[in-house]
T-cell receptor, first 117, second 114 residues
Framework: AQKITQTQPGMFVQEKEAVTLDCTYDTSDQSYGLFWYKQPSSGEMIFLIYQGSYDEQNATEGRYSLNFQKARKSANLVISASQLGDSAMYFCAMREGYGGSQGNLIFGKGTKLSVKP | DAGVTQSPTHLIKTRGQQVTLRCSPKSGHDTVSWYQQALGQGPQFIFQYYEEEERQRGNFPDRFSGHQFPNYSSELNVNALLLGDSALYLC?????????????FGPGTRLTVT
C-alpha cells in the first residue's frame, strides 16, 4: 500500500539557515510523483515543489529543492536561507501514475517548522 | 484569475445533522477533489469528480456524498454527522491536460460538530 512517512513532528531552524525536512515513501508503482506543500495556520495548502519518479535531476524552485533518492525512497525538502514566513506545517505527498494532474494525493502527517529570529 | 474558492469558511453543526460544503474550481479546471484533514493529521482523500461523475473514492462511508455541476463547481454532503467528522475540508481542482503538479487547493472549510 502507498504510504508517506514524515518522522519529524516539529523542527526548529535559525533565520537565514538551511533546513531539511524528511520524507520517505512506499509504493510498488514505477511511475509516481512526489509533492511538498506548505500549510500556514490559515489552512490553505500551498504547492511548493514536484518531482516525478523518472525525473533525473532533483527539482528546485527558488529557495526550495527536493533531494530525491529513488533507491532509498526518500524525497527530502531542503529550504535554504530560512525566513520567518517559512514557519508553517509542511506536508509531503505522493500520487501514483506519471504525468497529468489527475489522481488522488496521499499525504504524510506533516512537520511543523518554526523559524527563530 | 480567481483561484479555488470554498464556502463557508467555518461551520458549526450538531451531531446527527447534515451539512453541505461548496467549492468552485480555478478557472479552466474541470476536476474537483475533496480531502478531509483532521486536527494534527495530513489530508485524506474523500473523492474526485470529473464530468459530473464520481471518478475515484477514498475510504469514506456512504454518509459522504458529492455532486458536480455543469459549471464544474462541486458540493460535498455529509449526513448523520459524527463528532469525528470535525475537520478542515479541503477542495482541490485540476484538469486532465495539466502538468502533474497542477492541483491547486482552496482555503478550506472548518467544520465543527458538537
Amino acid at each position: 500500500a502507498q504510504k508517506i512517512t514524515q518522522t519529524q513532528p516539529g523542527m526548529f531552524v535559525q533565520e537565514k539557515e538551511a533546513v531539511t525536512l524528511d520524507c520517505t515513501y512506499d509504493t510498488s508503482d514505477q511511475s509516481y510523483g512526489l509533492f511538498w506543500y506548505k500549510q500556514p495556520s490559515s489552512g490553505e495548502m500551498i504547492f511548493l515543489i514536484y518531482q516525478g519518479s523518472y525525473d533525473e535531476q532533483n527539482a528546485t524552485e527558488g529557495r526550495y529543492s527536493l533531494n530525491f533518492q529513488k533507491a532509498r525512497k526518500s524525497a527530502n525538502l531542503v529550504i535554504s536561507a530560512s525566513q520567518l514566513g517559512d514557519s508553517a506545517m509542511y506536508f509531503c505527498a505522493m500520487r501514483e501514475g506519471y504525468g497529468g494532474s489527475q489522481g488522488n494525493l496521499i499525504f504524510g502527517k506533516g512537520t511543523k517548522l518554526s523559524v527563530k529570529p | 484569475d480567481a483561484g479555488v474558492t470554498q464556502s463557508p469558511t467555518h461551520l458549526i453543526k450538531t451531531r446527527g445533522q447534515q451539512v453541505t460544503l461548496r467549492c468552485s474550481p480555478k478557472s479552466g479546471h474541470d476536476t474537483v477533489s475533496w480531502y478531509q484533514q483532521a486536527l494534527g493529521q495530513g489530508p485524506q482523500f474523500i473523492f474526485q469528480y470529473y464530468e459530473e461523475e464520481e471518478r475515484q473514492r477514498g475510504n469514506f462511508p456512504d454518509r459522504f456524498s458529492g455532486h458536480q455541476f455543469p459549471n464544474y463547481s462541486s458540493e460535498l454532503n455529509v449526513n448523520a454527522l459524527l463528532l469525528g467528522d470535525s475537520a478542515l475540508y479541503l477542495c482541490a481542482s485540476s484538469f486532465p491536460g495539466g502538468a502533474a503538479y497542477e492541483q491547486y487547493f482552496g482555503p478550506g472549510t472548518r467544520l465543527t460538530v458538537t
